[in-house]
């Protein structure tokens, strides 16, 4: 087919891939910080209190004293490369390019900070990707998480006047490569100790428990993926909850809280899994490799580990290109 000569450039019809994780401050200093928490925190998937009563809240005692403290936090974990969830997104999306070929555009976004998901589909479709599947790296579905991705690209594409075909990538909490995934890092991680734990602890991020009464599958899929865990493994393999915020009764047991109960119960050396995370990131470098780790001692508990999240392991892309594959059918060959 012959152009006329003023025609625009059009892009050889592509399709592509989005990846999303949660997201990440641009830097470990109190001011990205804020600018992140802000965003994160204003998010009414996130935080489902009615606005008029907590944005006083949120701007005056959260984003005044809190920013400080998760700097902080943040900087015990950063990287040279950069924040660890975003150093191993890339690392994922990277990876997963290189594994899907030259037939898929593969790139990856934060639902809170950057690169922005917007920002990141208009590329992908001036590159030419008429066919975008939306890929939230969640394996167990919530609407603070997989949902609020996915609100935030259709709010993209609202904005745009040539959309290209969305599909999105839906929970796989239970799904057989995800189980396989999950077991073969965990006995990877575990070959490589010098001691047997006892028992494996698998920490999820908490929810209001509140969710889970309003309907949210968050609760019930994360219990899913532990007993096909606990299946697949040769050790007892225990659950609980993480990184609690505010007053509201969030699902239980704790994952402090846990690990103090096991010691009492004869349990010495623990191994901590973090099933909900497809990356390593500040809940699970910070809040388990380090703070979990103190209290598990300080109950006299004599050897804790914390085993990686998937990151960009070969048991990640295997996993990634099985159910992009799989999604993308019709799509590529």
Not at 61 to 76: E, M, N
Not at 143 to 161: C, K, P, Q
Not at 200 to 228: I, N
Not at 261 to 288: H, M, Q, S
Request: proline content about 7%; some cysteine.
């Amino acid at each position: 087919m012959i152009l006329p000569p003023d025609h625009p450039a059009i892009a050889t019809p592509k399709v592509g891939v989005l990846l999303i994780n949660l997201g990440t401050p641009d830097a470990p200093d109190a001011a990205s910080v804020r600018r992140y928490l802000r965003e994160f925190l204003s998010d009414r998937r996130v935080v489902e209190i009615p606005r008029i009563l907590w944005q006083p809240i949120l701007h005056g005692a959260i984003l005044t004293t809190r920013p400080k403290k998760s700097a902080h936090a943040y900087s015990q974990v950063w990287t040279e490369e950069g924040s660890p969830l975003a150093v191993h997104t890339r690392a994922t999306a990277q990876a997963m390019q290189a594994a899907m070929g030259q037939g898929v555009v593969v790139d990856w976004a934060m639902r809170y900070g950057n690169p922005g998901i917007a920002e990141r589909l208009a590329a992908m479709k001036q590159a030419g990707c008429e066919r975008i599947l939306i890929a939230p790296l969640y394996p167990q579905y919530s609407a603070a998480t997989t949902a609020t991705a996915n609100d935030a690209a259709f709010a993209a594409l609202a904005a745009m006047r040539w959309q290209p075909a969305i599909r999105t990538l839906p929970p796989y909490h239970d799904d057989p490569a995800y189980i396989a995934a999950l077991k073969m890092s965990v006995e990877r991680s575990l070959a490589g100790l010098d001691f047997a734990p006892d028992a494996l602890l698998a920490s999820f991020h908490g929810m209001p428990e509140r969710t889970l009464r309003l309907g949210d599958p968050y609760h019930c899929q994360s219990v899913k993926t532990v007993r096909l865990l606990r299946e697949a493994l040769s050790l007892p393999v225990h659950m609980s909850f993480q990184s609690r915020f505010g007053r509201a009764k969030w699902l239980e047991p704790e994952t402090e809280a846990t690990l103090a109960g096991l010691v009492r119960g004869g349990v010495r050396n623990i191994a901590v899994v973090t099933p909900g995370f497809a990356a390593d990131c500040l809940e699970t470098l910070e809040e388990i490799a380090l703070r979990a780790r103190d209290a598990f001692l300080r109950e006299g508990g004599e050897k804790f580990v914390f085993l990686p999240c998937l990151n960009a392991s070969a048991e990640a892309i295997t996993l990634y290109q099985r159910l992009l594959s799989r999604e993308l059918s019709g799509w590529i060959d």
